[in-house]
């Protein structure tokens, strides 16, 4: 236990002390924003559907979820980089000198990553629903938004540690970032637009429609936690696969 927190403690350090988290939490916090002041003028006039009311009103924390689809790509960004940037720099041959268990290692990038992601995917949510509250005027609602803030900051989170580990699966940025993304935001809507059965549920068994369920609360075709499961099944298969490679595979 002892060895591990002195590895989260190096990882904790090495993260902050690196120009690219400040500009990636600066980002995700500036897309949230503009993100949310959008869909929110989307919702005053009447742009959006239907199911985003709750008792004929607009939750600005709902607003805030739908913003994320822009944050979340800086959150993922920073979260593949703790790994992916390693590997580009060679650093991992001295992480790993230092921290000889692949396991150990892994696990201690993870625990960081989910730690700052949860925290500023949390804050990310408030600031969204500041922006979004003023804009809904009389059609929004300030119910509900320190709940979907910390569900924000749960999704993030669990998202961070899927790309930590594809990053150990796949060791290069780039590779791992368009992944990530295909994973997320691409495959699942061109899989929705056929509207076929087989195609549907294939989509519903990917991270990006899994968290988007868990997000908005939908119960169709499972429930919200399901969703959180089938992300975290994804999330923790990434990180198994990332542990074998790196202990089968020279640094």
């Given amino acids: 236990m002892t060895v591990l927190r002195a590895a989260i403690g190096a990882e904790w350090t090495k993260l902050w002390t690196t120009r690219t988290v400040w500009w990636a939490l600066l980002s995700a916090l500036l897309l949230m924003a503009a993100g949310a002041g959008q869909y929110a003028l989307y919702a005053e006039n009447g742009d959006l559907p239907a199911d985003v009311l709750r008792g004929g009103l607009v939750p600005a924390g709902t607003i805030a979820v739908l913003a994320l689809s822009f944050a979340q790509l800086a959150f993922l960004a920073l979260a593949m980089l703790t790994m992916t940037s390693e590997f580009s720099t060679g650093t991992i041959r001295a992480a790993l000198t230092w921290v000889p268990s692949r396991g150990r290692l892994l696990l201690a990038k993870c625990t960081v990553?989910?730690?700052?992601?949860?925290?500023?995917?949390?804050?990310?949510?408030?600031?969204?629903?500041?922006?979004?509250?003023?804009?809904?005027?009389?059609?929004?609602?300030?119910?509900?938004?320190?709940?979907?803030?910390?569900?924000?900051?749960?999704?993030?989170?669990?998202?961070?540690?899927?790309a930590v580990g594809l990053g150990a699966v796949l060791r290069g940025p780039v590779l791992t970032l368009v992944v990530l993304l295909m994973l997320i935001v691409v495959v699942p809507p061109l899989l929705q637009v056929p509207d076929v059965a087989v195609l549907n549920g294939i989509a519903d068994a990917l991270p990006g429609v899994a968290g988007d369920h868990f997000l908005r609360g939908h119960s169709d075709p499972y429930a919200p936690v399901v969703g959180l499961l089938i992300l975290t099944a994804w999330a923790v298969a990434a990180v198994a696969t990332g542990r074998a490679i790196l202990r089968k595979r020279d640094a």
């Fill in 113 to 162: 990553v989910a730690a700052v992601t949860f925290v500023a995917g949390v804050v990310a949510g408030l600031a969204g629903s500041l922006v979004a509250r003023p804009l809904l005027g009389d059609l929004g609602s300030s119910g509900g938004v320190v709940a979907q803030s910390l569900k924000i900051g749960l999704y993030l989170s669990v998202l961070g540690v899927l």
